[in-house]
Protein backbone atom coordinates (compact mmCIF):
# COMPACT_ATOMS: atom_id res chain seq x y z
CA UNK A 1 0.00 0.00 0.00
CA UNK A 2 1.57 3.44 -0.76
CA UNK A 3 0.41 6.59 0.36
CA UNK A 4 1.64 9.95 -1.44
CA UNK A 5 2.47 12.61 1.17
CA UNK A 6 2.20 16.33 -0.47
CA UNK A 7 3.56 19.47 1.46
CA UNK A 8 2.98 22.89 -0.03
CA UNK A 9 4.16 25.35 2.66
CA UNK A 10 7.14 27.71 2.66
CA UNK A 11 7.37 28.00 6.52
CA UNK A 12 9.16 24.94 6.88
CA UNK A 13 9.21 23.73 10.83
CA UNK A 14 7.12 26.81 11.38
CA UNK A 15 4.78 25.90 9.31
CA UNK A 16 0.99 24.18 10.96
CA UNK A 17 0.26 22.70 7.45
CA UNK A 18 3.07 20.69 8.02
CA UNK A 19 2.72 19.80 11.16
CA UNK A 20 -0.67 18.52 11.07
CA UNK A 21 0.20 16.59 7.55
CA UNK A 22 2.84 14.71 9.13
CA UNK A 23 0.60 13.78 11.69
CA UNK A 24 -1.92 12.28 9.45
CA UNK A 25 0.97 10.19 7.74
CA UNK A 26 1.67 8.90 10.77
CA UNK A 27 -1.69 8.13 12.05
CA UNK A 28 -1.97 5.73 8.60
CA UNK A 29 1.36 4.35 9.37
CA UNK A 30 0.27 3.03 12.69
CA UNK A 31 -3.07 1.41 10.90
CA UNK A 32 -1.07 0.10 7.79
CA UNK A 33 1.96 -1.28 9.45
CA UNK A 34 2.75 -2.30 5.20
CA UNK A 35 2.38 1.42 4.26
CA UNK A 36 5.04 2.67 1.76
CA UNK A 37 5.19 6.67 1.92
CA UNK A 38 6.07 8.79 -0.72
CA UNK A 39 7.23 12.39 -0.19
CA UNK A 40 6.75 15.01 -2.55
CA UNK A 41 7.72 18.18 -0.94
CA UNK A 42 6.82 21.45 -3.60
CA UNK A 43 9.70 24.13 -1.88
CA UNK A 44 12.27 21.79 -1.37
CA UNK A 45 11.47 20.21 -4.75
CA UNK A 46 9.06 23.04 -6.89
CA UNK A 47 7.51 21.61 -9.75
CA UNK A 48 7.52 24.34 -12.64
CA UNK A 49 4.64 26.44 -13.54
CA UNK A 50 2.85 25.09 -17.16
CA UNK A 51 4.51 27.06 -20.30
CA UNK A 52 3.32 26.40 -24.02
CA UNK A 53 6.76 25.28 -24.71
CA UNK A 54 5.65 22.07 -22.11
CA UNK A 55 2.31 21.34 -23.37
CA UNK A 56 4.21 21.51 -27.30
CA UNK A 57 6.70 19.35 -25.70
CA UNK A 58 4.28 16.66 -24.84
CA UNK A 59 3.91 16.01 -28.74
CA UNK A 60 6.01 13.14 -29.98
CA UNK A 61 6.57 15.38 -33.40
CA UNK A 62 8.10 18.54 -31.27
CA UNK A 63 11.61 18.30 -30.64
CA UNK A 64 12.91 20.17 -27.25
CA UNK A 65 16.41 20.55 -25.40
CA UNK A 66 17.62 19.08 -22.30
CA UNK A 67 16.31 21.03 -20.05
CA UNK A 68 12.15 20.63 -21.72
CA UNK A 69 13.16 16.40 -21.47
CA UNK A 70 13.64 17.22 -17.96
CA UNK A 71 10.50 18.76 -17.11
CA UNK A 72 8.76 16.71 -19.19
CA UNK A 73 10.30 13.39 -17.16
CA UNK A 74 9.75 15.15 -13.85
CA UNK A 75 5.69 16.03 -15.16
CA UNK A 76 5.36 12.30 -15.90
CA UNK A 77 6.98 11.26 -12.81
CA UNK A 78 4.60 13.21 -10.28
CA UNK A 79 1.45 12.05 -12.35
CA UNK A 80 2.72 8.54 -11.67
CA UNK A 81 3.58 8.85 -8.22
CA UNK A 82 -0.17 9.92 -7.92
CA UNK A 83 -1.60 7.24 -9.45
CA UNK A 84 0.27 4.89 -7.72
CA UNK A 85 -1.27 5.91 -4.34
CA UNK A 86 -3.67 4.30 -2.22
CA UNK A 87 -3.74 7.27 -0.13
CA UNK A 88 -2.86 11.36 -0.70
CA UNK A 89 -2.42 14.00 1.82
CA UNK A 90 -2.11 17.41 0.99
CA UNK A 91 -1.44 19.59 3.33
CA UNK A 92 -1.92 23.34 2.15
CA UNK A 93 -1.90 26.47 3.94
CA UNK A 94 -4.15 29.56 3.08
CA UNK A 95 -1.99 32.33 1.07
CA UNK A 96 -3.86 35.57 0.17
CA UNK A 97 -7.21 33.72 -0.12
CA UNK A 98 -6.02 30.48 -2.27
CA UNK A 99 -3.90 27.75 -2.17
CA UNK A 100 0.36 28.19 -3.04
CA UNK A 101 1.59 28.55 -6.40
CA UNK A 102 3.67 25.47 -5.85
CA UNK A 103 0.59 23.48 -4.89
CA UNK A 104 -1.20 24.53 -8.00
CA UNK A 105 1.61 23.71 -10.37
CA UNK A 106 1.53 20.72 -9.21
CA UNK A 107 -2.46 20.10 -9.62
CA UNK A 108 -1.77 21.33 -12.96
CA UNK A 109 0.59 18.24 -13.76
CA UNK A 110 -2.07 15.76 -12.20
CA UNK A 111 -5.29 17.20 -13.60
CA UNK A 112 -4.32 15.49 -17.07
CA UNK A 113 -7.44 15.19 -19.67
CA UNK A 114 -7.06 11.33 -20.90
CA UNK A 115 -5.34 10.52 -17.84
CA UNK A 116 -7.62 11.70 -14.66
CA UNK A 117 -10.81 12.93 -16.95
CA UNK A 118 -11.85 13.32 -19.94
CA UNK A 119 -14.78 14.66 -21.88
CA UNK A 120 -17.67 13.04 -23.17
CA UNK A 121 -20.95 14.26 -24.50
CA UNK A 122 -22.22 15.25 -20.86
CA UNK A 123 -19.34 16.92 -19.82
CA UNK A 124 -16.45 16.08 -17.92
CA UNK A 125 -15.87 13.02 -16.62
CA UNK A 126 -13.58 12.22 -13.84
CA UNK A 127 -10.87 8.72 -14.18
CA UNK A 128 -9.38 8.85 -10.70
CA UNK A 129 -11.13 6.31 -8.23
CA UNK A 130 -10.16 3.90 -5.41
CA UNK A 131 -8.06 6.39 -3.74
CA UNK A 132 -8.21 7.81 -0.23
CA UNK A 133 -7.65 11.56 -0.15
CA UNK A 134 -7.04 13.94 3.21
CA UNK A 135 -7.01 17.54 2.29
CA UNK A 136 -4.94 19.61 5.97
CA UNK A 137 -5.73 23.01 5.40
CA UNK A 138 -4.47 25.91 7.76
CA UNK A 139 -5.73 29.58 7.68
CA UNK A 140 -4.34 32.49 9.84
CA UNK A 141 -8.18 33.43 10.04
CA UNK A 142 -11.68 32.30 9.83
CA UNK A 143 -13.39 31.59 6.88
CA UNK A 144 -15.45 28.70 7.24
CA UNK A 145 -18.89 28.18 6.19
CA UNK A 146 -20.34 30.47 9.50
CA UNK A 147 -17.69 33.34 9.05
CA UNK A 148 -18.71 36.42 7.01
CA UNK A 149 -15.72 35.67 5.06
CA UNK A 150 -16.56 32.60 3.94
CA UNK A 151 -17.09 33.81 0.47
CA UNK A 152 -13.31 34.81 0.49
CA UNK A 153 -11.73 31.20 0.98
CA UNK A 154 -10.55 29.65 -2.51
CA UNK A 155 -8.05 26.98 -0.90
CA UNK A 156 -10.23 24.15 0.34
CA UNK A 157 -13.37 25.50 -2.12
CA UNK A 158 -10.68 25.33 -4.82
CA UNK A 159 -9.05 21.78 -4.08
CA UNK A 160 -12.21 20.06 -3.48
CA UNK A 161 -13.39 21.79 -6.69
CA UNK A 162 -10.24 20.21 -8.27
CA UNK A 163 -10.13 16.79 -6.96
CA UNK A 164 -13.78 16.20 -7.78
CA UNK A 165 -13.54 16.89 -10.99
CA UNK A 166 -10.93 14.09 -11.58
CA UNK A 167 -13.03 11.93 -9.59
CA UNK A 168 -11.82 12.28 -5.95
CA UNK A 169 -15.09 13.42 -4.42
CA UNK A 170 -15.26 12.94 -0.77
CA UNK A 171 -12.08 13.66 0.67
CA UNK A 172 -11.42 13.78 4.58
CA UNK A 173 -10.71 17.23 5.58
CA UNK A 174 -8.78 18.86 8.56
CA UNK A 175 -8.83 22.64 9.40
CA UNK A 176 -6.92 24.36 11.62
CA UNK A 177 -8.03 28.24 11.45
CA UNK A 178 -8.07 31.49 12.87
CA UNK A 179 -3.96 30.68 14.16
CA UNK A 180 -2.91 34.17 13.65
CA UNK A 181 -5.94 35.53 15.55
CA UNK A 182 -4.38 34.98 19.42
CA UNK A 183 -2.38 32.10 20.90
CA UNK A 184 -5.35 30.64 22.52
CA UNK A 185 -7.23 30.64 19.50
CA UNK A 186 -4.22 28.74 18.01
CA UNK A 187 -3.85 26.03 20.78
CA UNK A 188 -7.86 25.28 20.60
CA UNK A 189 -7.53 25.01 16.72
CA UNK A 190 -4.78 22.61 17.05
CA UNK A 191 -6.09 20.65 19.48
CA UNK A 192 -9.23 20.17 17.35
CA UNK A 193 -7.51 19.27 14.18
CA UNK A 194 -5.46 16.98 16.12
CA UNK A 195 -8.15 15.29 17.73
CA UNK A 196 -10.43 14.80 14.03
CA UNK A 197 -7.24 13.19 12.90
CA UNK A 198 -6.73 10.45 15.59
CA UNK A 199 -10.66 9.70 14.06
CA UNK A 200 -9.27 8.56 10.80
CA UNK A 201 -10.04 5.57 9.83
CA UNK A 202 -8.07 2.58 8.00
CA UNK A 203 -10.45 2.34 5.15
CA UNK A 204 -8.70 3.50 1.55
CA UNK A 205 -11.81 4.43 -1.01
CA UNK A 206 -13.61 7.19 1.07
Same mark, same amino acid.
Given at each position: ???????????????? =?? %? /? =?? &??? &??????????????? $??????????? *????????? $???? $?????? %??????????????? $???????? /????????? /???????????????????????????????????????????????????? *?????????????? =???????? %??????? %????? &??????????????????
Amino acid at each position: MKLLHVDSSILGGNSV =SR %E /L =SA &AVV &ARFQSLHGDLEVIRR $DLIETPVAHLT *GAYLAGQSA $DVQH $DQAMQE %ELTLGGAVLAEFMAA $DIIVVGSP /LYNLTIPSQ /LKAWMDRIVVAGKTFRYTPNGPEGLVHGKRLVLVLSRGGFYGPTSPRHSFEH *GESYLKSMFTFIGL =SHPDVIVA %EGLAVNA %EQRQK &ALEEARAQIGTLSDAIAA
